[in-house]
């Protein structure tokens, strides 16, 4: 047990999707569970996890994460784990409903944004329900990016 005084690290991010912002309009976020295996647990704490690639789907009434790496963990030896193994995801019913229809009515995807462990050592994944830009769209985005950048290196130079 660690001393009174000592701080755990909260929500340490184990891997995350940076692309999924530039290529995706972000309309809401989910926090999801992770059914995983022990050695998969283990994986994501040596940090080696890649869902740069991946995505969520609905499938009998259940969100599952598809496409997703985690390495397997060396020390196993023969009770590892399949690296890209489909994973579930654990979300309330409602939660699922709500996803489920934004998916097959308005044409959303569900684009896993990053994974972390939270303050109970929990693997958690934040998921988002996001819309696919345009070209143009991408190019709006990264203009503005550059001029926040330009404004602020401005704003630090003039004081």
């Known amino acids: ?14 891997a995350e999707n940076r692309k999924a912002r530039f290529n995706y309009e972000i309309i809401d976020t989910y926090e999801a569970g992770l059914v995983l295996m022990g050695t998969e647990v283990k994986s994501l704490r040596e940090g080696k996890a890649n869902i740069a690639e991946s995505y969520a789907s609905d ?10 790496y985690l390495p397997e963990y060396l020390q196993a030896n023969r009770f590892n784990h399949e690296p890209r193994r489909r994973r579930k995801l654990l979300l309330s019913g409602r939660e699922i409903h709500r996803l489920r229809s934004a998916v097959n009515r308005e044409g959303m995807t569900l684009i896993p944004l990053k994974i972390y462990f939270n303050d109970r050592g929990r693997a958690k994944m934040e998921l988002a329900l996001a819309k696919g830009k345009k070209l143009h769209d991408k190019r709006e985005s990264e203009k503005e990016r550059d001029w926040n950048r330009q404004r602020s290196r401005l704003l630090k130079d003039n004081g």
């Open 59 to 68: 499938e009998d009434g259940e969100i599952w994460l598809i496409n997703s």
């Open 1 to 14: 047990m660690a001393p009174k005084g000592s701080q755990r690290v909260v929500n340490k991010v184990v």
